[in-house]
């Protein structure tokens, strides 16, 4: 029983500290935006500073086009989403239930284009949208960002396929469902939690996307949030007021996103983690 005891304040404290280790620089940003120019600089630091306001969070609202930002983010990130999402859930199907010559090799392709990052394919991924004629377009970056992610996201979703009980096709089978009736009534609701945790990690992954953003936008107003906020910098001087209070901004969506799809979320890290 002491053990037992033991063991759960010992697993309580780990999982405190991991929290810790991811909340505290939030924090720590939260409190840099609410302080002045001035109050940057003061000795010793204060994580509740003295005279505190949310003016630096209207500044950047108002008089800066974070709005803007916030809004080509969300373009490029939902759209992404969905494309990649309406390419890998079919192919994620098909070679999770059908066994095909070269289905193997296939899978180990998949496998290694999700290990190649993406700063390596910048030049040849440049070259191929600029021949597309989408070079500083919303619709360039969305086609690249699908791109890059559909590999991982096949591998993914196959995972969750893969543990739909074989039974479940055999009884549809059986009552005269063809099988596109198959895969969209019954197999998807099933995996749903799967579609929710890929959407999850796809959309953190495209809001915060930097290097491809910086290589195929050109002008200000298609950057997207990440590109936003490196704008707030200067080689000279850079008001880091204002840019705590900007990363704050670009915070938010990720984690609403994350707090309305965590049922899903943490089913689907469950679910795929038991083949059936």
């Given at each position: 029983?002491?053990?037992?005891?033991?063991?759960?304040?010992?697993?309580?404290?780990?999982?405190?500290?991991?929290?810790?280790a991811?909340l505290?620089?939030?924090l720590?940003?939260f409190?840099?935006?609410?302080?002045?120019?001035?109050?940057?600089?003061?000795?010793?630091?204060?994580?509740i500073?003295?005279?505190?306001?949310?003016?630096?969070y209207?500044?950047?609202?108002?008089h800066?086009?974070?709005?803007?930002y916030?809004?080509?983010s969300?373009?490029?990130a939902?759209?992404?989403?969905?494309?990649?999402?309406a390419?890998?859930v079919?192919?994620?199907?098909?070679?999770?239930?059908?066994?095909?010559?070269?289905?193997r090799?296939?899978?180990?392709?998949?496998?290694?284009?999700?290990?190649?990052?993406?700063?390596?394919?910048?030049?040849?991924?440049?070259?191929?949208?600029?021949?597309?004629?989408?070079?500083?377009?919303?619709?360039?970056?969305?086609?690249?960002?699908?791109?890059m992610q559909?590999?991982?996201t096949?591998?993914?979703?196959?995972?969750?396929?893969?543990a739909?009980?074989?039974?479940?096709?055999?009884?549809?089978?059986?009552?005269?469902?063809?099988?596109?009736?198959?895969?969209?009534?019954?197999?998807?609701?099933?995996i749903?939690?799967g579609?929710?945790?890929?959407?999850?990690?796809?959309?953190?992954?495209?809001?915060?996307e930097?290097c491809l953003?910086?290589?195929?936008l050109?002008?200000?107003?298609?950057?997207?949030?990440?590109?936003?906020?490196?704008s707030?910098?200067s080689g000279y001087?850079?008001?880091?007021?204002l840019?705590?209070?900007?990363?704050?901004?670009?915070?938010?969506?990720?984690?609403?996103?994350f707090?309305?799809?965590?049922?899903?979320?943490?089913?689907?890290?469950?679910?795929?983690?038991?083949?059936?």
């Amino acid at each position: 029983m002491i053990a037992t005891v033991r063991q759960r304040a010992s697993f309580v404290a780990g999982l405190a500290a991991t929290a810790a280790a991811f909340l505290l620089p939030q924090l720590w940003l939260f409190s840099l935006s609410l302080k002045n120019k001035a109050g940057l600089f003061e000795y010793p630091p204060t994580w509740i500073p003295r005279g505190g306001s949310l003016a630096n969070y209207r500044f950047v609202l108002t008089h800066s086009q974070v709005p803007w930002y916030l809004w080509n983010s969300a373009i490029v990130a939902a759209f992404a989403s969905m494309a990649t999402l309406a390419v890998a859930v079919p192919a994620a199907y098909v070679l999770s239930r059908d066994r095909f010559r070269g289905r193997r090799p296939l899978l180990a392709a998949l496998l290694v284009m999700q290990m190649v990052s993406p700063v390596i394919l910048l030049v040849p991924i440049y070259g191929i949208i600029d021949r597309l004629g989408l070079i500083d377009t919303r619709a360039g970056l969305i086609l690249v960002y699908a791109a890059m992610q559909v590999p991982f996201t096949v591998w993914v979703l196959k995972n969750f396929f893969d543990a739909v009980p074989t039974s479940i096709f055999e009884a549809a089978r059986l009552d005269g469902a063809t099988r596109a009736r198959t895969f969209w009534t019954i197999v998807l609701p099933i995996i749903a939690p799967g579609l929710g945790a890929t959407a999850v990690f796809n959309l953190a992954a495209y809001w915060s996307e930097f290097c491809l953003a910086l290589v195929l936008l050109d002008s200000q107003a298609r950057y997207t949030m990440p590109l936003g906020l490196f704008s707030f910098q200067s080689g000279y001087d850079t008001d880091w007021h204002l840019l705590a209070a900007a990363s704050f901004i670009a915070l938010v969506p990720v984690l609403a996103v994350f707090v309305l799809l965590q049922r899903y979320f943490v089913a689907g890290l469950t679910a795929g983690a038991v083949k059936g």
